[in-house]
């Protein structure tokens, strides 16, 4: 590897020349003391321009009194008298000149990598692009919106820090530091920030994740669903409403919202009693077919006799100004652990549970599966449409 170039600039032309020498982005001032003659150091540096050219001056005038000789014995002496201390001082703990000198240059050549370094605001956009436009792992639009998000959230956090200013502590800090209800949201930051370094290690940008090691708990508590009479109450003012397909699909079958709201008659099997969910609504990308219940069919056929589209445009509109009208508060994700929670009290088999949600077992012990009695599960599986 060759060695980086030095640029100079004469600007002392009397004997002692100052030069100002740039090299590896740093700029420093030297003191030229190369002559016939001379006996000593034949440079010294200077960080500021001033002090080069006072030195120099102050050595001219001392060589126009005394000579070069005694001059030049003078600072040799001084010279080394300072290398004797600064060997005795690094001595004390196992360290040499030239281990303080590597040290320093080791220094020095970090922090012009971390200046010359880009902005993490740059690289954001770079990633979420990225992301977004890799045709070999196609996102979704509910998927790249949220990565979206994510990356101006970051912007607007960490935007004009360098990339190699992100260290382990500064990450943890801020994780730690987020005004937020939950340790869930924390770990979901964490997750997209985790993504984010890695794509950066990936791109040579870092050498390793900042982010990897820390560690966020969440306290899941217990599943929180709707009750029967709160499911009773939510599909009754449903019944009657282009929102009545979706209510019953995402209630008596679990399937997510936003598979939900793609869904139509062509998904949904009234002879076989089977809902289909291909590949291109799932989130996980598999197909799914399933039956329903008896209670879910009956709410299909009532919807269908209707003869309004199974899911309404605007269903995100809608449907919030539905849950407005209810009695009861509304839980976050509650219509899909409320299915959870009685299908599995109903037929206590974790493996076809999982085949309907598409979620892993363990992932449905962790956050679904609650506990309810005998009587309530009869209930709320007889919840059907009026006459």
Known sequence: MSKPTRKQKLIRKEFPRVRQIRRRGCTYYAVDLRRTFWKGQKWKNFTSRDDALKYAVELAASIQ?????????????????KLIRWNEQLGAHGKTIEDAVELMLNHLEKEQRRRESEHVGSLLTKWMLDRIENNLKPMRPRSAKTLRDMANRFKADFGKVKILEMTHQRIESYLKDLDVESNQTR????????????????????????ADEIQIDVDRGAPKFFTVEQCQELMKKAQNTELCGYFALTLFAGIRPEEASLLTWENINGGTREISIPPEISKTKRHRLFNVSDNLHDWLEFCRSQGSPLIPINLKNKRQAFVKTLSFPW?????????????????????ELRHIMGNSPSVIDRFYKGAIGKLEVEKFWGIGPEE
């Open 187 to 210: 770990k979901n930051r964490h997750s997209y920030l985790k993504q984010f370094f890695n794509w950066c290690v990936r791109n040579k940008h870092l050498r390793e994740n900042p």
């Open 65 to 81: 009194s005394n000579g070069v000789p005694s001059v030049a014995k003078n600072i040799a002496n001084l010279e080394d008298e």
């Open 331 to 351: 839980i976050q994700d509650g219509l899909r652990h409320t299915f959870c929670t009685f299908h599995y009290a109903k037929h206590h088999n974790t493996e």
